[in-house]
């Protein structure tokens, strides 16, 4: 059997912390951030991580 290809675009995304979550990037960061608020600005610059239910899929692609 050949080994099993991680995803690409995932290994890109996402990055396993050394507690075995993982972490992920915010939507809405890349261009016209002047229409949102301050606020919402500041909340996506915290690290997010991935929900539990969606670790395993995610652990698959990056392998």
Do not use: Y
């Amino acid at each position: 059997m050949p080994k099993m290809k991680s995803v690409k675009g995932a290994v890109k995304r996402f990055k396993v912390k050394k507690n075995g979550s993982v972490k992920r990037g915010t939507a809405f960061r890349s261009h016209i951030l002047t229409k949102q608020d301050a606020s919402t600005r500041r909340k996506q610059n915290t690290p997010k991580v991935v929900a539990k239910v969606d670790e395993a899929n995610v652990k698959a692609m990056i392998n």
